[in-house]
């Protein structure tokens, strides 16, 4: 039994050691000429219709502008933590002059890749750590999603709407609060539920979620992961919804009335634009909706003029550089005062926010 | 007119020769049919695959760190099954393994001398592995509690477990997930690229399991208690004490993979430990037919599939899920073949058949 695995493995190391040598020797190609060559490594596949197909669009869209004198390609479903590593690297010693990394759990590897291959470029999305030649880039999502709760809380009858969230993390906290912020603007009766799911990718939890809220009595649901599966869950039901990510619209119908949306491609197009032409610097970029890098879904039929004009003059507003979500006068979930009146929350402070507003139904689990 | 497998009395030399080579040749062309499906020419995606995993001094030390889990979870998995006691929660015993190393090595540095630091967090990942398994061993031992259900459902305790330290009670203060990085001296230090000095461990504790189950009282007992309980009774082996004593070293070796793992790679602890190696595990044990040295083999040659695989999607281009069902197609028949080197099969008539001797030999093989 033994001999058997022996003789086998034998041939292929042995076969394995020649090649071995073979490759060793020829090393990295690292050409001057040709194309730039990025490459992207996503969390899901692009056919999630929401996170992973919305980069994946702005990496298409970076094909087209350059054409013939950039080369994009893309790994998918890379686990967050030490496979991460594997596959950065492997970019890299390939030869490729630019490494996107589109989930927060690719940190770490990028970090440690970033440090080995001084020449090429990282950008880790949603990230802190950065190094010379590893920036992060991210979008103040907060912005149109505050405008999406103004659609949820002009269209809710129950006052109560559902939100399915992905972890506990500032990020999500920041948008559950800005939606709320939104709702309870048009709205002061609304309250929003928050249920966690842990994931981000899991079409089925993500379904899940959607429903218990719906069983609470929420008759709209708004949702920060990655698929479109609560909003599917919303529409079997008969409920409304918010999506998030892309135009859901598109893919499930009119009952999402609108949602917070990405659009990556301006931004891929001008920081590869600036690796090619060596002005590219590291950074920690947070666009808004006035850098086009967020945007609010275009409007369901079912959404009536007048809840349109409200939200166009609150959108005008972002677009004119204005930013007040977070200005107080703000009232935590405890009742205590979360930010003053006239004051607003720093970038620092809206990046590590831990607690939620007045309007939320639901907890943050203590540390 | 019946096919009919039987166990053969010796196992043949050609078969032993023949079945592995025939099973990868089969292997290659089942792949090689979903690849020209997929539109890839298959030579091309093998020799990719190939180099992906072997062809580099990076992909070595990638197969590297793929493969010291996958071995030290398949000598924890190989050593159960050799008392036919089922031993699927590696997986979870690799989870509270990671946990244990971590803990030590996040909590007690203040209070204890950094040198102590790194093995205490070794060994605590063993005592945390062989707990965990032994939980389900005691059950059998004493109350006779099937342990598949067991060890299985205590893989979902320990990785809920796991999700909720990391995401929630040890997660560092201001973003996301993960714990804080584990201070210096509590990592365990790496010899090439990425592959650490747990390679040691897993081949000196493989060459150890070898010569225990061939020389030792130990091994013996148990292969007569996998074998024939009855007569391992009668030779007045204490089989409770056995069982209990030998699944506390499996499952010590499967929280050993996890402590290595996030002392050697991660140095922290975040999403990425419960990726499934404590499951390949199985396979890996099975391949190797429970033989130790023949799990680092294997362990290394489905590590090697598991680096190379990426280039289905780097240099292929093809979708990840064509990787997963390629690795998957690759597997069957080197599984399915090893059936061939113990069983023959025959072409009879039914009336002679003497269906209920194999039935027997089965059941056997399938209950224990």
Redesign the interface.
Known sequence: ?????????AV??T???A??A???AAGPTTTDEGPFRAAFVYIG?PGDLGWTYEHDRGRQQVEAEFGDNVET?Y???V?????????I???A??GYDMVFATS??YM?AMYEVAEEFPNVIFEHCSG?RTRDNMGTYFGRMYQPRYLSGMVAGSMTEANSIGYVAA?????VIRGINAFTLGVREVNPDAEVRVVWT?TWFDPVTERDAAIALLDQGVDIIAQHQDTTEPQKAAQERGAMSIGYNSDHRAFVGDTVLTGPAWNWGPYYISTIGAAMGDGWESREYWGGMQDGLVQLADFSPRVPQAVRDLVDTATQSFLNGNDEVFCGPITAQDGSMFVAAGECLSDGEML?MNVFVEGVIGTI??? | MKLVLHKRET?SKRA??L???VS?AVSLFLGGILLILSGANPLVAYGAM???????????T?VL?KGIPLMLTGLGVALAFRLRFWNIGAEGQLTLGAVAASGVALFWSQRLPSWTILPLAILAGCVAGALWAGLPAVLKAVLKVDETLTTLMLNYVAILYY?HLY???W?A??????TERFPEFAWLPRIAG?AHMGIFFALILAVVLWWMFKHSRWGFELKIIGSNPTAARYLGISIARSIVLTILISGALSGLAGAL?VLG??R?L????A?GYGYTAIIIAW???L?P??VI??A??MA?LL?GG?QI??RM?L??SVGVVLQGMLLLPMLAGSLF?EYALEIKRPEKLPVAGLQQDVGKEATG
């Open positions: 039994m033994r001999r058997r695995i022996f003789g086998l493995l292929l190391l076969a394995s050691l090649l071995a073979c490759g060793t596949p390609t790994i998918e479903n686990e967050q933590g030490p496979d991460a590593a594997r596959v690297r492997q970019y010693q390939e927060f759990g770490d802190y972890f506990p993390i500032p990020e842990y590590g689990p203590a540390q | 196992v032993v020769v079945v592995p080579i990868f190939f180099r992906g995993a072997f062809g580099s001094s990076v992909g070595w990638e760190v999700e995401h929630v009670t997660r203060p201001g973003y996301n997930s993960g990425r793992e790679i991660a922290r975040q999403q990425g430990v990726v391949m190797a037919q033989n040295l023949g083999m294997v290394m040659m090697g680096v990426d999607q780097m281009r979708p990840a080197t």
